[in-house]
């Protein structure tokens, strides 16, 4: 078996993923407790989608039984150490979201873990990909806040302050204007030293820009919904629109743990059907994080693909600014509602003011996410559930023609009259999985359905913006207040230091912050140079980057908003030397 990859449907599909609720974890049947012994002859655990056309040889995604605890995780960790003392090489853990690992193994390896009575089941990683088609026009906001018709006017009660919404993608060019510095670091689960960002990719595949592309949708000045949200840069997938299941479940877990609520969570991607990134999802949203997914854009049941079919997420399907059903979506009773999804304008990687036209379910999934920030703004308190039910009920019915059977025919609309609630829906403030069922052998036909970002213009990116209507009434202020409390001190340190040719990575400072807050981090180097900076957090077993810079200069900016722990910044030498300093600012 292998890792399973989510892929990109790029030549004439568009796919498209939105989530707004996650799936229910049931319980195993028998006893959910840990055995004492680490192997057990007579059992062998489950081993699920090894024949799928996306699964990655010897790459696997491991689910304990026991329910996920956080930090303090000591099943986690006892069958991590197993696992490798079996010569598995552990490559991701998860303990929030869901609770498990993945792992590289050759055969002898896999059956050596199988053994382990701990292991409910261990499933193959899959290719995850995005997938895209090119338009012309924008139109996508004008259409959402009426119920009929365009009018070139914008109107919304409210604009997303105090919101985060979390992108997980390809990656946020942070300094384009139209996001206004509301963008931050977040986690990255790709090793090709561009951190979060992907605006040093190269123009290599379709896949590339999607990140920027969606935030822009989001939340950007101009083109987004909810034009005050705070963008939080979550990268799964690398510049070709490429990466795996067991990233993006990575991706997921790390918003699980560290997501600043209220908050909002953008998935437009997809990929075969894959119960640990439906279960992950699941947790996450019950964790009180509202999702956005694709629903795919393959023509097919959304019913059949990950994580479309999490009946707790906002699946959302593609329309026309004809109000037609489009020819790619994916369709079906896992859809939960239509959102402008073909020739959608929105920023663009290439530079601070590119933007780019763009189709698929990948476009039409953040506009349900800002809409769900826009509610969220107005009532910070509301469950995903309350919002979803919220965005359910007000969608326009009936308004999509050639909808296909059995799909609900609703528009997503986010008109200026948005009610507080009275007795908000309190968002819980930590959660425990229930342990995870092991899988039906009889799972769904699964359909790769590549989260794929419509990012493949028919004209080179302009940089000036085509027509557009209007930019919303609603003012963004300067900058923007996220929904956790601040601290209430802060404390500034300025590190100097010197990288010689003989070092490459030198740990500069590390403390422990006692309270949640804004982690800064602003690094100088000489001229000439590349220095890289990084910020981790201390999981309780290892190290684990959660932010950071690495373009090419010799300065960076990192900004990270996160729980209280233990931290640390770490300086990389990429080209040259000689002395550097580093400014941090952090909660006390």
Known sequence: MGERHLKLDLPTKLIITAVGAGIVLTSLPGSAEQSDASADPTYKAQVVGV?????????????LKAPATGEDNAALENAVDRAEDHGADVTQEYGEA????AATMNDAELAKV??????AYIAADTVVTTSDTRSVTSWGQDRIDQR??????????????GVTAYVIDTGVRATHTDLAGRVSSGYTAITDGNGTDDSTCASVSRGTGHGTHVAGT???TRYGVAPGVDIVSVRVLGCDGSGTSSGVLAGVNWVTANAVKPAV?????GGEANQPLDNAVSASIASGITYGVAAGNDAVDACNVSPARVPQALTVAASTNADVSASFTNYGSCVDLYAPGQAITSDWYTSDTDTNVLSGTSM????VVGAAALYLDANPGASPATVASYLLSRATPNAISNTPSGTPNKLLYTGSDIPTTSTPTPTPTTTTAAPTPAPTTTSPSPTPTTTAPTVAPTTQPTTTAPSEPAAPTTPVPSSSTPAASKPSTQTVKTTRGKLSLKTKVVTVTSYTSKRSGRQRGSLTGPRGT???LALQKWNGRRWVEVAGGSKAGSTESVSYNGKSGKYRWQVERIKGKGSYALKVTRPI
């Open 114 to 119: 199988r053994t382990d009575p701990n292991v």
């Open 98 to 101: 869901i609770n498990g690992y």
């Open 148 to 161: 009929s018709g365009l009018n070139g006017k914008l109107s919304t009660a409210t604009d997303g302050s």
């Open 364 to 367: 039409a999934t953040p506009h």
């Open 51 to 63: 024949d799928d056309a996306d699964a990655i040889p010897d790459q696997y995604i491991v689910v």
């Open 530 to 532: 590349n220095f890289d």
């Open 218 to 220: 989001i939340g950007g």
């Open 265 to 269: 969570a953008n998935l437009s991607l």
